[in-house]
């Protein structure tokens, strides 16, 4: 493998369905990147990609500067040793803006959640995300394709063979599988009913996650789902645009982390945090406890590296979170991971 730049950045961005992992250069572009499935092991799934970009790249390339994003941020930033920690929302703004600099409509679907960003004149003016049901997300097809026997990667090109999508309840997981399993029983095909499921899919982000945004070109799709093709036209259709999908569709938000920590870096220059690349050989242990000193009865966390304490958080009135800081390097960024700065 040919390593083209001076420098190189990791982003990690870890969520309730994937962990992604993506190496860039000083040139913002991507040398490597990993996908895979937590597990509900963040931890582990940290170590496992790890291992697995460590392997990729095939050498112990220098970071200059490590970045964390996803809903396990705080935690992730931890385990890696971030010079910064952001939430997803600024990191899949900033990966896509450098990706196409003249997007204005960012459409987010992962494992377990979706989002809509809309961009304007290069910032971030407004975003949405589901937070009830997980109708529309990557688990439920993953779910909805295992029911049917079918491999994911098999369901938009199924759809796509339809030339009539059969009508189905897309607002509610359970409604919707009820729906797909009364069709089927009425004797549609399978592939109208996955043209249907696509469609309502598309039509319930719309009509929750996208309601009230002004939804213009360009439009770029990202997220594990942008890789199936039926709710890739399905949107088109509805939307009455085209909409892009990047080559790195699936990591944008650990591509964004990196940037941010070569952004950070470059704007006051250190020596990285970040733990290095004997990550997966460390070992991590958190243990909560409730603090009873006062009404409050907070739920803290703590986390352990190689039996030595890194932080803790969960105090409201910050007694516990004041016992993290460890060594002085680390003093300065554990008030992001912490108190939450975001």
């Not at 963040?42 to 496992?48: D, N």
């Not at 592939?191 to 009509?207: A, F, H, T």
């Not at 406890?289 to 969960?314: H, T, Y």
């Not at 390097?329 to 992001?336: A, D, G, H, I």
């Amino acid at each position: 493998m040919e390593f083209n730049g001076k420098h190189y950045y990791l982003g990690v961005d870890v969520g309730s369905i994937s962990t992604n992992l993506a190496v860039i250069n000083d040139e913002r572009e991507v040398i490597e990147s990993v996908y895979i499935r937590t597990e509900g092991k963040p931890i582990k799934s940290i170590q496992r990609g790890m291992a697995i970009l460590r392997e990729k790249l095939g050498i112990d390339l220098k970071i200059t500067g490590a970045g964390a994003t996803g809903s396990a941020r705080k935690l992730t930033g931890m385990i890696v040793g971030a010079d910064i920690v952001k939430n997803e929302i600024t990191a899949h703004s900033l990966a896509s803006l450098h990706e196409r600099d003249d997007i204005q409509t960012i459409i987010e679907i992962g494992g377990q959640d979706s989002k809509i960003i809309i961009i304007r004149n290069g910032v971030a003016i407004d975003f949405a995300m589901n937070t009830v049901c997980a109708a529309g997300t990557g688990s439920f097809l993953d779910t909805q394709a295992r029911r049917l026997k079918i491999k994911i990667e098999d369901f938009g090109g199924i759809a796509l063979k339809s030339h009539t999508a059969v009508s189905i309840a897309g607002r509610c997981t359970v409604f919707a599988e009820s729906d797909m399993i009364h069709k089927q029983q009425l004797g549609h095909p399978l592939e109208d009913i996955l043209k249907g499921l696509c469609e309502s899919m598309v039509r319930n982000y719309l009509n929750n996650v996208g309601k009230g945004k002004e939804i213009l070109p360009p439009i770029m799709f990202q997220g594990g789902v942008a890789a199936n093709i039926g709710i890739r036209e399905a949107f088109k259709k509805y939307l009455k645009h085209d909409v892009f999908v990047p080559e790195h569709y699936d990591v944008m938000g650990a591509i964004g982390a990196a940037i941010l920590a070569l952004e950070e870096i470059e704007r006051r220059p250190r020596k990285s945090s970040f733990y290095g690349w004997k990550i997966p050989d460390m070992t991590f242990k958190t243990v909560g406890f409730e603090c009873s000193d006062c009404p409050n009865v907070c739920e803290v966390v703590e986390i352990r590296k190689n039996g030595d304490l890194l932080a803790r958080w969960g105090s409201k009135c910050g007694k516990w979170d004041d016992l993290a800081i460890v060594h002085e390097e680390k003093s300065r960024t554990l008030e992001n991971f912490i108190v939450g700065s975001d």
